[in-house]
Every structure is written in C-alpha cells, then in structure tokens.
T-cell receptor, first 115, second 115 residues
Framework: DAEITQSPRHKITETGRQVTLACHQT?????MFWYRQDLGHGLRLIHY???????NKGEVSDGYSVSRSNTEDLPLTLESAASSQTSVYFC??????????????FGEGSRLTVL | AQSVTQPDIHITVSEGASLELRCNYSYGATPYLFWYVQSPGQGLQLLLK??????LVQGIKGFEAEFKRSQSSFNLRKPSVHWSDAAEYFCAVGASGGATNKLIFGTGTLLAVQP
C-alpha cells in the first residue's frame, strides 16, 4: 500500500545543532507539506512544495528550510535548532492534479525536543 | 486570507450522548471544508469533506457535518458518541480546488468521553 513515512519519530537535540526530519511518500503526489503542531495553535504550515524543485514558505517558515529534489521526498531542515522549535512535526501530501480537492494525507509525526 | 475558528478548546460528553463540534471559517468564495481526527500519538485522518452539492455530508465512523453558508459554519455532529471517539478534532479550509490547493487548520477541539 502507498504511504507516507516520517523519520525519526522522536529526536532530542541541543540548541544550535542542525536537524533534518525526513518525509517520504509513495503515492507519487506532486504536493507535499510540513506542519508543526503546538498546544493552542493547532497545525501551522511551515513550508510546502508543488513539485520537484519547487518550494514555498508557509506562515511559520523562519528557521526552517526544505528542498525537493525528487517527487517522493521533502526533508525539513532546522539550520540551528532553538528551544522554540520543540514541537511535533507532520508531513502531508496531496495529489496536485486539477481535480485536487486539497485533501491531505498525513504521516504519523516526528516529535522534536530541543534542549 | 482564509482562516478557521474552533471556539471550543475542550469538550467532555458522556458515552451515548450526542455531539456537536463547532467550526467557523472566513473565506470570500465557496470554500473546501474538511474535518480531520487525531488519535493520541497518531497522524491526522480525514473524517469528511465538503466542496459542492448537498450541504449535509456524511463521513466515516458515523460522523456528519453541515455546511451553512449564511453562518460561515461547518459543524461536526454525531448522534451517539462512543468511548473510542475520544480524540482531537480539526476543522480545515482550502482556498479552492486545483493542483495548488493548501489547507489552513483551526486550533482543534479535544474531545473527552465519560463512561
């Protein structure tokens, strides 16, 4: 079955270190998204991509970057981790065709703790 | 810009009682509307969606939602709640259909079910 997987599922790091969260989907979806989930804020969009070599900033993109070198993967990089980036991160994808309703398919999340 | 408001942060209902979770959206045109459910430690699963046609939509697990344009609302309902419905529920709005759609989420409503 097609799926979307995130790794690692749990990570603890120190302030100032670079961290990369992986996201891999096997649906051949064009669109991929990264959200962070925090109490009282719900899910907030960090970055998104509508296809290979395309990346866009979401509402909370400061301190994060993404790259899209193939259809299947959208890694999220924290260049210099800060305690404010302690959160649960969700990757999601959608088909990206003209008939697309925007329905998202989610990974199981990556819990990041920055000490 | 589109936005979503879920006024209830936390709701507790007794098992077997009816449930209504509120969602209000802000968007100038006809929105695409979604309800997702998140069980503890899991990703988000789609419950139901609305993008055209009948304003009362049926979803999985016995849930339904009604789109009311005049009230800018898309409330989620279930006639009889089961203990397994305890989870967090997110309403989301998409700006339009098409290949480049993306979703904006509300802050979520945490549902507790009393035996």
């Amino acid at each position: 079955d097609a799926e979307i997987t995130q790794s690692p599922r749990h990570k603890i790091t120190e302030t100032g270190r670079q961290v990369t969260l992986a996201c891999h989907q096997t649906w051949n979806h064009n669109n991929m998204f990264w959200y962070r989930q925090d109490l009282g804020h719900g899910l907030r969009l960090i970055h998104y991509s509508y296809g290979v070599q395309d990346t866009n900033k979401g509402e909370v993109s400061d301190g994060y970057s993404v790259s899209r070198s193939n259809t299947e993967d959208l890694p999220l990089t924290l260049e210099s981790a800060a305690s404010s980036q302690t959160s649960v991160y969700f990757c999601a994808s959608s088909p990206g065709q003209a008939s697309n309703t925007g329905e998202l398919f989610f990974g199981e999340g990556s819990r990041l703790t920055v000490l | 810009a589109q936005s979503v408001t879920q006024p209830d942060i936390h709701i507790t209902v007794s098992e077997g009682a009816s449930l209504e979770l509120r969602c209000n959206y802000s968007y100038g045109a006809t929105p695409y509307l979604f309800w997702y459910v998140q069980s503890p430690g899991q990703g988000l699963q789609l419950l139901l969606k609305y993008f055209s046609g009948d304003t009362l939509v049926q979803g999985i697990k016995g849930f339904e939602a009604e789109f009311k344009r005049s009230q800018s609302s898309f409330n989620l309902r279930k006639p009889s709640v089961h203990w397994s419905d305890a989870a967090e529920y997110f309403c989301a709005v998409g700006a339009s259909g098409g290949a480049t759609n993306k979703l904006i989420f509300g802050t979520g409503t945490l549902l507790a079910v009393q035996p």
